[in-house]
């Protein structure tokens, strides 16, 4: 064993010192998240610069857009990661309060770049005062109309309408207009024309303010009075609807233009103006460079943003890339300033305002997306919601920005606690030291078993026990987003992270006449996550037993059931789980499809908490199936056949085989897959957060995507950190106490004592 | 489960007939099976197995980015509506799979992944071995607390151990860019699953063989090596198979610890198509379908440990 395994490590290990090689500490490193033609626009651009400057080549790093920001918030806090980065300017509020993640540049800016952009989005690229970085382009929505629907564009919003209502027919499934309007970034256009967006002239958060709400019902007339708007949006059948010619106008941004059928003859115009408002303001979001505090080469990476920037590269990345760039003067270019489309996003440009850098703002966008989805579907009042949704953030950032107040008064480490410290870890030395004859012995007894076990325990100390102590420590603090940085004693809390997770009985809001249950509640999301663990265990062992028996057995054509069997463990369940939410779709979907064909009424799957539960328990029975299926085939091979032989000698019917032989061989296989798989379903975050993404309104949400949603959508890592603990305390007490019904820790037939 | 089955089959003995009758049996023999209900149960399972799967197909090969939405049926007849709702493109193409052969160092993405979740099945397999013959054949101190432990570890959201497992394996271990370190994060994380699966399938082998050869001197090394191993083959696939799944489809980890694009792993690269404003749902079905055929083929190898046992006596299988 140890001959075979010691060249293999040897190998893993030359392999990992190959890989790690010295890097060029010249180098510029640049990561970015684009790819097609936008990546080799930029490519060729960087090779431009690395002839010009060979002092310093630039080095791309390519980042999916999925795990771009994971990958600077786990780098650059820690002195790792790029020179510089291309990312959008949303979160600049959140990072510069946060720290050690951009550097404010302005001071190592060559004279007259400033001058290439417009104010807008310079103010796009400053927090409280200082510049972060430069734009490199923009991206605004603005409406795309199709030709053969829509002679010319409607110049006012209740021209649109009528327009889009004559165009309207729900029975065929054709809509006069069509955009993702449940996504606040959308319905932003709306909020802009009547108010000031989210926050006051002071920059104080007004979700409640007149024209928010106004904003909120002229949404709910579109889709509900006037009912031009297709039901539960999302791009994907915004572009479908577009490239069938059954949306004649939409509001999306120039990402729809690549993928329009070109078939369909379509026009570009800026958002229609609201009769004596202003017109539809759509948010932008602008990409910029920015710059890491941590880069030896600052210059030389604001000399590559200078560059990147420039008229003539901008008009490359505008040309082959299909940027908006932020660099105005490149529009002047002939090819650009003939292009209609171009010009028309161009135009958007001087009515759009760009999103909020706020880091609030980032608080903003899933709970306001809850509030849209209840007023279109007529389940709450305009006003109600956003006065609850406005009290609920304020109480938020509240709680946010103390965190960051009682860093500033910078606590020393309680001395009670540095105290007890010590002597547990006193306690702990003296239990070990009296204990040590007994360890010594038992070591020196049993030393081969704990060499087998040595490797793997080791292993897991390092990679597990070490993060989750971090966690566990966590979870003591009132760590956020933006006291990240600060030493650990100063953000030291206790438990009353526990006290209010477990003290949370605000079971139902709202007057005694009409109330409700309160979904954001520990105790509620325990309920569905105990349900969703029972039913989907129970489901899936049961069919995957059922399903094992009868491929256990020689069949015809079995080789091929089995490979069916197992394809849904191979394709990776990001894209099947989104198939499964395509088909619950409550107007498009082919399972209303399907039951309108036998005469059933359609089903609003995800307007109820049973049948948006049952979307969630269906994606994820079919994908757990194949794996416990397998785990069960490999325990039936263990079951002597002789004994069957002998059980039908006696007569014994099938259903007694099956209780008598079956099942009690098959439980050493079966028990720690069935504790495993219910730990396992307890953390599915995957499965609910694409199908049901816990609707209707967060009731459906689980333990762990209510920890998701309070870490990085609420920034509160350490109620994250406590939440995650109070789901292990449970799980662990769930396993001592299966572990004790079902003798799981008995060892093998005749174990040596 | 009865044999009834096994019985009416054509057994070895039938071998010896002329070649007419035998195949008659065989004829006989699939037709009682297609009638079973075991068959119609495969049949059923199978359909519902496919039906989701043949949209991703179905859009794979389109040629589109995004499926073509179900027809206006209302006006056609009960077999004509029914047959809407089977997904076809409308016109067959391999554009997609072309597009992201040569957009991306695709195959390269895959060898590396390859690696990795070899690695990751080898290193993981030595480690929930040997561990869970341990925990199978020995009473020792600490041992129910141990295997609780290794329980315990995947309690914890994995969320949440993003940024400690940065600064162990980038920081401390200085392995951050290699494929060393994701192989270690996959096998360590896998290994509850493993220990647990294998102890308990070491638990079912019977313990004369080993005290027979312990009583003939042979090494506790030996036994594990010659003896429990050999036998424990079908769990030893099932756990294989476990590993290299948790590696081959992880990507938040593979896209943190990397830095240098030619050694992404293939679920790196199929996120390119996904972003916030638009995504390449073609691309990324075309990919998903291209990742899924080694899992497939490391299955079609393996599976003749799933099923030994009962039918080694039968013809088919």
Known sequence: MVRLLAPLLGLLLGLGALQVGAQDSRELLLWHGYRGAER??????????????????????????????????????????????????????????????????????????????????????????????????????????????????????????????????????????????????????????????????????????????RSLELLESWARHDRVLPEEPNSTLVTNLFNQGRAAMVISGPWLLGEIDPSIDFGVAPLPRLVGERPLSPWIAVEGLFLSPWSKQQQAAVSLMAFLTSTASAERLALEGGHLPANLAAFDNPQLASDPVTMAFRRQLDTAVPIPNHPAMTLLWKPLETVLKKVVKGAAQPADELQRLQEQLSKDLAALENTQRRVAQSEELPLWLSLALLLAVLVAVMALWRQRETIAGSWRQHRTAYLYILPAALGMLLLVFFPLLYGFLLSFTDTTLLNESAPLASRWLGIDNYLSILGDWNLFYGESGQRSINYDNFYWTLFMTVCWTASNVVISVGLALLLALALNKPIFGRTWFRLILILPWAIPNYITALVWKGMFHPQFGVINQGLQVFGFAPVAWFDSVGTSFFTGLVTNVWLSIPFMMVVILGGLQAIPRELYEAARVEGASRWY????????????????????????????????????????????????????????????????????????????MYAVWQTRVSGAFETGRGAAR | MSNSQVQGRPVAAELDLPYRERAQGVLRGALRDVLSWRFALLVFASLVVIYPLLWVVSLAFSGQQSLQLAQDTRDMGFWAQMAALVPLPEQWSLQNFRAVLTEQPFIRWLLNSLVVAGGTTVIGLVLSCTAAYAFSRFRFPGRNR???????SQMFPAVLMLIPLYVIVVQWLGLGNSWLGLILVYAITALPFCVWMLKGYFDTLPYEIEESALLEGASRMTIFYRIILPLARPAIAVTGLFSFMTAWNEFILASIFMDDESLYTVPVGLRFFVSDYSSEWGYFAAGSIMVSVPVILLFLALQRFLVSGLSSGAVKG
């Open chain 2, 146 to 152: 141990g295997l609780m432990l290794f329980l315990v």
């Open chain 1, 40 to 213: 080799q626009a930029l490519d060729a651009l960087l090779e431009e610069f690395n002839r010009a400057h060979p002092e310093t080549p630039v080095r791309a790093l390519a980042v999916p857009f999925g795990s771009f920001p994971d990958k600077l918030s786990a780098a650059l806090p820690r002195g790792q990661g790029p020179d510089l980065f291309i990312y959008a300017h949303d979160r600049i509020g959140g990072w510069s309060e946060t720290g050690h993640m951009i550097a404010p540049m302005e001071a190592l800016l060559p004279e007259g770049v400033l001058e290439r952009f417009p104010p807008s989005l310079l103010d796009a690229m400053s927090y409280k005062g200082r510049l972060y970085g430069l734009p490199l382009n923009f991206k605004s929505t603005a409406l795309i109309y199709n030709r053969a629907l829509v002679s010319a564009p409607p110049a006012t919003v209740a021209e649109m309408i009528d327009r889009a209502q004559q165009l309207t027919s729900r029975e065929r499934g054709r809509f006069g207009l069509a955009y993702s309007y449940t996504e606040p970034f959308f319905h932003g256009a709306l909020m802009n024309a009547l108010g000031r967006g989210p926050f006051d002239n002071s920059g104080e958060l007004a979700l409640d303010s007149e024209a928010n709400i």
């Open chain 1, 657 to 732: 085989q099956f209780r008598a032989i079956t099942l009690p061989l098959l439980r050493p296989v079966l028990v720690p897959a069935v504790i495993l798989s219910v730990v396992w379903t307890f953390n599915m975050f995957n499965v609910i957060y694409l199908v049901s993404d816990g609707a209707p309104a967060g009731a459906n949400d689980i333990l762990i995507t209510k920890a998701f949603r309070i870490g990085f959508e609420k920034y509160q890592y350490a109620y994250a950190a406590a939440y995650s603990i109070v789901v292990l305390a449970l799980l662990f």
